[in-house]
């Protein structure tokens, strides 16, 4: 099989192997800001990579994010680029052992740690990257491509930029961010701090996605305290707070609510963990919907449920907190489209057909965006994300870099105040 080389590709495959390398991965379960501290290990080196690139106002904030320009070359507005340093927390991620396949030839892709096999089978979109330099972990642990492909194609595009001062652009500012995968990426004070007109996360899969619209998200988590007593002299006494977790859970509508079994336009109620035991339970879930009144709908149900235990058994206490997390970016994108339109014009340009379909998800976009900083979600080309078969191509991420490039060169023919 001959072997797809486009440009960009040499860099984009070093930058990807060494940042995923580092483990980066954000835990929900901490308070601190960001939420590990080996999220630093990343930050710090991008701030390194960064400087000695030649960008300028290189930042690495109190709340974690790291911000930079690049001057601009011409008139127009500033534009912003984001990307996620965390790795999720649902899969191992410690001893990332990136491997690169190249020339890829269409057949099965195995692992050296795991007894798994990767194949156009059980991920179709691989099939269509014969040729192609892809990019897996060994079986052990994801890759980490969510976000650190982001981060390679903005780090990749900086460079060229900054390489090549004739190119004509307006002020750019980068921004990278902790805590994405938790919910926790967008801190209050990023809008202001990064001072764009509007701005894109590169947090997107198949090539081509230009997205503006996710899920409405809620976090709720369920404490549920039963009475403690000894096995032995328990009767009558006892409550085990297990038991009426595990009827929470059977009470609750998992044939047509959960996310194994919707898909399109579907919200789910989603059962994320539960800890404890017969004294004290706790259980976390998240909520997602696309409309406000489905999202409410969810929420509503699991009070339901929690009031339906907590009446059958008074003696235990059922406590149940609902934070909102983030709503779906495309009640405030559709009251102005020009930064999507920008970027559906600059993925033609390279010469992809775009296509916008909503996330089943949410990206740092979907905050800035409720908190003015208008923000769509373009594609990256990872693959099978959050598992041990994560993958990427670097021709995707390349093609991605391109349309980075095409939307800056655009960008720099709008007005200034846009």
Known sequence: ???????????????????????????????????????????????????????????LTEYGAVLATLPATAPGPTVAFLAHVDTAPAYHATGVKPRVHRGYNGGEISYPDAPLTLSPENSPELGRKRGHTIITASGATLLGADDKAGVAILMTAARHLLSHPDL?????????????????????????DIGAAFAYTFDGSTVGEIEYESFSADGAVVKITGVSAHPGWAKGKLVNALYLAAQLIQSLPLA???????????????????????AEVTLRFILRDFERAGLAEKGAALRQACAAIAAAEPRARVEIAITPQYRNMRYWLEQDMRPVELALQACRAIGIE?????????????????????????????????????????????????????????????PPAT
């Open 1 to 59: 099989m001959t072997q797809i080389h486009t440009p960009f590709d040499d860099e984009l495959e070093t930058r990807l192997v060494r940042y995923a390398a580092i483990d980066s991965q954000s835990d929900q379960d901490s308070a601190s800001a960001p939420s590990t501290a080996v999220q630093f290990d990343m930050l710090r080196l991008l701030v390194r990579e960064l400087t000695e690139m030649g960008a300028e106002e290189v930042t």
């Open 168 to 192: 004509k652009h307006g002020k750019i500012r980068l921004a990278f961010t902790p805590d994405e995968e938790i919910g926790r990426g967008v801190d209050k004070r990023l809008p202001a």
């Open 256 to 278: 047509t609510m959960t996310p194994e079994v919707t898909e399109g336009r579907d919200g789910f109620l989603h059962l994320t963990d539960m800890t404890g035991n017969a």
């Open 354 to 414: 775009p296509v916008s379909r909503p996330i089943r998800g949410g990206t740092d976009g979907s905050r800035l965006t409720e908190m003015g900083l208008p923000t769509p979600n373009l594609f990256t080309g990872m693959q099978e994300i959050h598992g041990p078969l994560e993958w990427i191509s670097v021709q995707d991420m390349a093609t991605a870099t391109a349309l980075m490039l095409k939307i800056i060169e655009n960008a720099a023919a709008l």
